[in-house]
């Protein structure tokens, strides 16, 4: 278990599945024994609205909100949300957005891009491969449990570890 | 079980959290009006079968229903956002007189940033105003503990319970232990007309039991452990609570710090010892100088957030300008807007009014983004129900103005329908719309009497709004289609000229509601 605090910026638009990502992050942390806050607005912004929902994971966590300029991974779903998000990255911060048209490539149904992008997010993260697998199966129900696996693995894959 | 339960630890969001809470120490009864942030508690205690739980027609019938319980001896709760707090003043203010039979909790959700709010206002004043203890969670953890020692006080000192929470608690998720429920003995129901009929006589002895309430109150807020003391670096101290004590422990994680979780009353002893015990105080808060302006009344010397950072949500990279006495410095938001969905069957009506060129009287939910460009076709949104009020009144200054008002379902129904009994009652003319999705859309699609279900889905007596609208005594009522836009161009173009009050029921279903 690492000792920093690790926080995790998902970005996009109402709709594109950017809460339930988090979400999955969020037990994969709980399923590794960390401490865990993941902060979000709903409300108006699922009409069309930007999204952003910040996961912030470690020993003890204080604030919800990362701080502007310390956001350790970025995650974004959409390149205008993209543009404005980045300037809160840490300077040796990982945007993940070169993943993102790749992505979008891989997958045949828009639904699947939040689960691809964990994937690729699950390969920079100090969380073992048992507690994703987990938190995929806390997230999804039923019939949408294997083809989410299946999109995971595709995702994680992609990226040499 | 309502809960994803992994071994002991669940991730829930502060709403549900609290509700976790509430349902762990007995809570029998709870109402509500759907309103963001503040919806998805009782959607989680819905989830308990042993809990009575209902969407109330507003907040004022739910505060009542709420304490009814309470008063017959069931621990219940009322939760509410900022806004909706000011439609259940009137039974809040005299309840702090009655007190309860069994735990009263009133929950309410400050939306300091205006995520989904027509203003800002802080709730913390009312817990001076309505002499009400308040507790202020600073995390989803703290408001699952503080909502189960609410109840306790609650009954220990004989009054309701505010717990203040805000859109970043209720909506920020943690990992979280929970309890299994345990549901004290419920007292018998006494008939005490001195304590619970508040005719000036009786008010009056109450008004004496509550002000002596009021120092007992503050002998436990001085002894309260939600008023916590931590000494670190005695240069600088802190005093603080909510959300700004997580912002501030991450910049200045050496500081000294009281945290006040049980705001009011104060605890002046604590906060005097504090004071002494460091070099420098500062006071920060989000949005009023509500702690602030107490300090200082205890000739504390302190320094606190430029008056620039009232405004808005407060962030954690803030927090050294507010320390270093600076403004605020604003900045154009560069986020995408949210905007009505591109089916939303409300586009159609909007599309008419706006061709006719009408003065909208606007109101609360989705229908107030008809406000924005490019559509910009609603003139005005100040609170629940002045949709149908505004029309009056701005018919009495511009008599000759293409003016109508516009409604939703829900919204109509919470506060729009005495509204319109007013118009007919004093002959004011023009057309109201109810624009009638047919569910409470703007907070995520809540049932409401008009959809004839309940919270939990199940069927009950529907209320039937055209049969409702000519018995108050409109001259005219008609439901249309707004999707048939010829028709419906027709209609509002015929009854637009009319003497008399017309109301035009736009119906149709929300496309994001699968029912």
Redesign the interface.
């Known amino acids: 278990m690492d000792n920093k605090t690790c926080n995790i910026l998902f970005c996009g ?2 709709g594109q599945g950017v809460l339930k990502a988090s ?1 999955i992050c ?2 994969a942390a ?2 590794d024994g ?17 999204v952003e929902s910040h996961l912030r994971f470690g020993n003890k966590v ?8 310390c956001v350790d991974y970025l995650v974004s779903f959409h390149q ?2 993209n543009t ?1 998000m980045k300037k809160l990255l840490k300077s040796d911060g990982v945007d993940l957005v070169e993943y993102l048209g790749k992505a979008q490539a891989q997958i045949q149904d828009p639904k699947h891009l939040n689960t691809f992008l964990i994937g690729v997010l699950s390969t920079f993260l100090s969380i073992k491969e048992a507690s994703w697998i987990k938190a995929i199966e ?1 997230v999804f129900p039923g019939k949408l449990l294997s083809q989410n696996k299946e999109v995971f693995f595709k995702g994680r894959r992609m990226i040499k570890i | 079980m309502a809960t ?1 339960r ?1 071994k002991d ?1 669940i ?1 829930l969001s502060g709403n549900e959290a609290l509700a976790h809470g509430a349902w762990e120490v007995g809570l029998k009864v709870a109402c509500a009006y759907p309103g ?2 503040s919806t ?1 508690i009782l959607e989680t205690l819905a989830k308990f079968p042993e809990v009575d739980v209902q969407w109330s027609v507003n907040e004022k019938v739910a505060f009542e229903v709420a304490l009814g319980a309470a008063i017959g001896g069931v621990r219940s709760l009322f939760a509410c956002k900022h806004v909706g707090l000011n439609v259940a003043m009137d039974p809040l203010m005299t309840a702090a007189y009655t007190g309860i039979g069994a735990g009263f909790v009133v929950v309410v959700c400050d939306d300091p940033g205006m ?2 709010s027509q203003n800002e206002q802080d709730t913390r004043w009312v817990s001076i105003y309505a002499k009400l203890p308040m507790f202020e969670p600073s ?1 989803p953890a703290e408001a699952r503990q503080m909502v189960k020692q609410a109840f306790k006080i609650s009954e220990q000192f004989d009054t309701p319970v505010l717990l203040r929470m805000t ?2 608690i209720s ?5 979280i232990t929970i309890d299994t429920r345990s549901v004290p003995v419920q007292p018998p129901f006494q008939l005490n007309i001195q304590k619970y009929v508040m005719v000036p006589g009786n008010a009056y002895q109450r008004h004496i039991l509550l002000e002596k309430k009021l120092q007992k109150l503050k002998t436990y807020s001085e002894n309260s452990k939600f008023n916590c003391i931590e000494i670190a670096d005695k240069k600088i101290g802190f005093i603080t609570s909510s ?1 700004t ?3 501030l ?3 200045f994680p050496q500081a000294s710090y009281l945290k006040l979780g049980f705001v009011y009353p104060f605890c002046d002893d604590k906060i005097r010892k504090f004071a002494k015990s460091v070099k420098k105080i500062y006071v920060v808060e989000e949005l009023d100088p509500f702690l602030e302006e107490h300090v200082k009344t205890l000739g504390i010397k302190c320094f606190a957030k430029d008056p620039s950072f009232r405004i808005g949500e407060l ?3 803030f927090m050294s300008d507010i320390v270093n006495g600076k403004a605020k410095v604003e900045k154009k938001p ?8 591109s089916n939303c069957p409300h586009l159609f009506t909007f599309a008419t009014l706006k061709k006719l060129d009408a003065i909208v009287a606007g109101d609360i939910g ?1 229908y107030t ?1 008809a406000s924005l460009p490019p559509i910009s076709a609603l003139h005005s949104c100040v609170c629940m129900g002045a949709g149908v009020t505004f029309n009056e009144g701005l018919r009495k200054a511009f008599p000759s103005g293409k003016i109508v008002g516009v409604v939703g379902d829900s919204t109509f129904i919470h506060s729009g329908i005495t509204g319109l009994i007013n118009a007919v009652y004093n002959k004011a003319k023009g057309i109201i719309f109810i624009l009638d999705n047919s569910t409470t859309a ?3 699609g809540q049932h409401h009497p008009a959809t004839g279900f309940t919270i939990r889905n199940k069927p009950t007596k529907k209320l039937v709004l055209e049969d409702l609208c000519r018995s108050c005594g409109a001259d005219y009522v008609a439901v249309v289609d707004p999707k048939d836009r010829k028709k419906f161009e027709e209609i509002v173009k015929q009854r637009i000229n009319a003497d008399a009050l017309s109301v035009i029921i736009a119906r149709h279903p929300c496309p994001l509601i699968n029912r």
């Open positions: 638009i109402g979400e969020g037990w709980i399923f960390y401490h865990v806050k993941k902060s979000e607005v709903h409300g108006m912004s699922q009409r069309g609205g930007s204080f604030s919800p909100l990362i701080t502007a300029g205008d949300e404005r806390k | 994803n992994v630890k991730f963001t942030p998805e995520f989904s995390s859109t970043r909506h920020t998720k943690e990992d959300i004590y997580n912002y422990k991450e910049q962030r954690p990279e560069d986020i995408r807007k949210p905007r009505m969905c989705c983004l703007m907070t995520g």
